[in-house]
Each structure stands twice: as C-alpha cells, then as structure tokens.
C-alpha cells in the first residue's frame, strides 16, 4: 500500500463510499430483521449482483454473486458470471490490485470507526478478488469475535438445516455442499465440520453397501428371469435391508407381489368354475358342464382336467338323445342345485331347460322366483 496513488484512492473510493452508504441502508433497514438472504431470496441476490456488474462495481458484483452460489449451490448462473468476472480481472492485474488495496484501506477506516457490519462488508469484498488473502480473514475473524450479524447467523442455520435433510435423503454431496456454505460464514464451527466428516464417511459407506446391492441384484435379476419368483424376492429383500432408498429393488418386489396376486385369483376363479363345472357334471346338465369347462380352460389353457371332461360331456350328451331327456337333466340339476342354496348355478340349469323347452312354465316360474330372492 506504500506505492498507491491518493488521486486514483479518492477516485475509487467516492463511488465506493456510496456504494457503502447504499449498503448501510440496505442492512440497518427493519427488514433487516428478517432473513438477509432468505428474504431477498436468490433472484434478488441475482439482480442486485446484475447491477453491480452493469456499473462495472466489480467485488460487489462477485460478493453478491458469491451470496447467490452458496443459496442454491445446484444452480450454475452465479458461478458462470463470477468465472466471467475473474476473466475481466485477470486481463489487468493491477486493476484488481488496486481494488483490492482500495477496499482494504476502506475496511480499516470503517473498523477503526468500529462500523462492523460495513467493514465486514468491505473484508468479504476484497476476498472475493483475492480468496488466499490473510489480513481480511484475520479480521474478519476478529469482527466476529465482538459482532454478531444476525443475517449471517439466519444464514448459517439455514445452510445447516438444509444439510441435514439433504443427508437425511442420502444426498451426501449435496448436503456437504451445504456444510461448506454455512463454514463460509463460521469457519471454525466444529459442529458442521463434524457433519462434513461424518457426511463423507455415510458417503463411504453408502457407495459399499450401494456396490453390495449391485452386485446382489444381478443375481436376483437371474433368478426372476428363471422364474424363480420366491428366490428372486428374497434377494430383492436384501437390498432393500442394506439400501432402504433403493427403488430398483422396491419397484422387483412389488412385481413378484403383483404377479402372486394375481396367480392367486386367476387359481381362484379356475377353482370355482371347474367345481360349478363338476356340479353340472354329476347332475348330467352336460351342456351347462361344457360351458363351465370351457371357461375354466380359458383360464388355464394347460390344465388337463377341463380337457378330460370335456370328452365326457361329449359321451354324456350323446347319450341324452331326445329333448325330453335334455329337459329332464337340466331340471333334475336345477332342484339339486336350489336344495343346497347354489341360486346362481340353479339359475343356469333351469335357464338351460327353459331354453330346451320354451312353452314350459315350471322352469320360467323358478327363474322368477330365484331373481327375486337373489335381488332380495
């Protein structure tokens, strides 16, 4: 700072010294009460580091800028237009030299006036054009020793809140992201660099077990493809055991669940039609046995059962040569059905003998009366 020239230090520091009122205003307001960065909220921290940049106030543009990465770090905008920043800078070292030897004399006179939250300002300021600078740590930490600024404090809580839940979803580089933001505020909190720790060793951890499941999965992948259902789920089990969040092996499960399920109904049905079927059969309603067999092997085109009885339907109504006889089959099979309370396979039978013998009235009768007990 020996070598600097007073014309160009008064012609830097009047803007900045407005620049610096502007702020001071800004942070004293009582909206400061609230959450600095969550109220402003990105966009805003975008803007005004937008309009920091139109008027060429290169640091405030990279501090807000920077203020912008550490609220949503997922985002890239903020650091594409620091990376452009730097480039500008870069081009004329001894531009950002003199901005930083400029903000550094500004900081020092608001620190000897003990206006903290300016000079911590004008601090942060020079660190974003020179990061591995000491002086303005050092005082940084030393403001922070006899200030505390409750936006950095809002700040910081909230870093460390959205750290924990992103660990809580096994999001480990996202929550370690996070922590880092909330150590740009209170570098020697031991607490988050306890979480950073222990969030790299889950992190560890998590990529065994992960590489454990992988390896499991494509075993269960074999067995499912073998049709070894049973096995296929036990071992989609394990991975949920060691890797709860794994969807892959939640989605497998519920697959071979749905599968059972529904080879439970389909057994269910096949069961029911083929007893209703053997009914029909026993009471020589072959024509209405014939029906039920052939929907039960609708269902289940391998079973053998319904094909064998199908053959002795045939024989049966072979030997049922007149109508008469039909008649007198299906009816016989009919009462027996409505004296065990069977209504819906009654109805069938005497169905099938009012078909057989339209001008009847006796089967027509019965119709009627088991469609109102069963609407009864």
Known sequence: ?????????????????????????????????????????????????????????????LLWYEKATH??????????????????????PDSRARLFENLILRAEDLYKQKNYPLAKTEYQKSLT?????????????????????????????????????????SDFDKAILFYQTALSVKPDAKAVKDKITNTRKQQSDYKTLADQALKIIASADKLLLAEKRTEARAEYQKVLDITPANAYARQKIQEIDQFAADKKTLQDGY???????????????????????????????EARYPKEMLEKTKSGASQLQSDQEKYDAALASAESLLKTEEYE?????FRSASTIKPTETYPKTKIADIEKLIGD
Request: glycine share 2%; with cysteine; proline share 6%.
């Open 345 to 349: 396979a009654a109805l069938i039978s």
């Open 271 to 301: 069961d029911k039609t083929v007893e209703l079927a053997d009914q029909f059969y026993i009471n020589r309603d072959f024509a209405n046995a014939r029906l039920k067999y052939q929907e039960a092997l609708k269902a289940k085109p």
């Open 1 to 61: 700072m020996k070598n600097s020239n007073p014309g160009k230090v008064l012609n830097i520091f009047i803007p900045l010294a407005f620049i610096a009122i502007t702020l001071f205003t800004f942070l004293t307001s009582p909206c400061r009460a609230q959450n600095q960065v969550n109220a402003a909220g990105y966009a805003t921290l975008i803007q005004q580091a937008d309009q920091a940049l139109s008027a060429r106030d290169y640091p405030t543009a």
């Open 71 to 92: 609220a949503k770090p997922e985002l890239t905008f903020a650091a594409g237009k620091i990376a452009e920043i730097n480039a500008v800078l870069d081009a004329d």
């Open 129 to 169: 054009l020179d990061p591995a600078a000491q002086f303005p740590k050092d005082r940084l930490a030393q403001i922070s020793a006899v200030f505390t600024d409750p936006a950095d404090q809002s700040y910081f809580s909230d870093a460390v809140e959205n750290g924990d839940k992103a660990l809580a979803a």
